[in-house]
């Protein structure tokens, strides 16, 4: 039990002691009418003394009593009433000898006394005491459930975020290499026809899969490196696709330490450039832009390509990917949208803005 538990225990009893002691006052006429302060100041000074002796005895030994023997229940009881007895026994005596010390009793009348007041103690005692055990008892009970559901509920949600944490890095992991493939077949695809191409789009892949592929401890980036991934990613696609590959890249105000989900820009680029311009002659152009709407951060990539129906996007389609991953990372509180025509296609992310 810790302090503040403590303390409040014994609060309980004071207040439990002093309620009895008013009471029996009360039951023998203490708080009548006509009653003088003198006789009320006494009768209340002995029924406080006897009150607190049983008491503070009962509320010392009877927790360890009650929690040796409650989860016997044939015996239960009757060992709790008579500890409750004998303690009360005791705890009376020991009352009747201060109060007699302090001159209120006189000495010819002493046993007297104290076989009423052991007869008035026990009963009065063990209805209280009944209940006291009970209820602190019950409580205990109550507050060890209580801890156990809480630390069942922190350990689920710990294995909750561990898993979480898990699928999310699963889930990123089948995109780099995605990304990853793709480019090494862009270099191959040069090497014979445009040998400093490919040496110069080695270089910007080196220094794209150094901040795209390092590990990190979080899932989100600022934007000003998400946008930098997509710049390189874009130059070293216009390498293979020349002039049939046109974009503009607009940040908009959105702050840069914004911070947005890893490769989620240069996920939507991508499915442009192999949806828009990799199949058409004429190629496409494709538009990114952040826009700063209401405190959240929306990502929009735009191309001019045939569209496509979003319905039939497989389940380990980048796009579906990333919607996976923003659920993981918010939780229901980012969405990705999908506008797309013969003409036009839009895919938009939106975020809450964090920084």
Known sequence: MSTTDRRRYWRR??????????????????LAPGVSARTLARALFMSLVYANCIGTVLALAMPRIARRFWADERARWP???GAMTVLTIAATFAATLIIFAAGFIPPALFWRW???????SIVISLVICVGVTAFEMMRGRLEDATVALRTKERDEAEARRLAAEAQLASLESRVQPHFLFNTLNSIASLIHEDAAGAERMTTQLASLMRSSLAPRASALVPLEEELRVVRDYLEIERVRFGRRLRYRIDGGAVAPGALVPR???QT????????????RREGAKIVVSVEDHDGRVRLRVEDDGPGFDERHIPADHGLELLRLRLAMVFTGRAALTIDSVPGRTCVVVDVPQLT
């Open 79 to 81: 060992i709790l009433l």
């Open 114 to 120: 104290l076989s009423g007041a052991m007869s008035t």
């Open 13 to 30: 009893i004071l207040l439990v002691n002093t309620a009895g002691a008013l009471a029996v006052v009360g039951i023998n006429g203490g």
């Open 263 to 265: 490769l989620s820009l």
């Open 268 to 279: 939507l680029v991508e499915n442009s450039v192999k949806y828009a311009v990799s199949p």
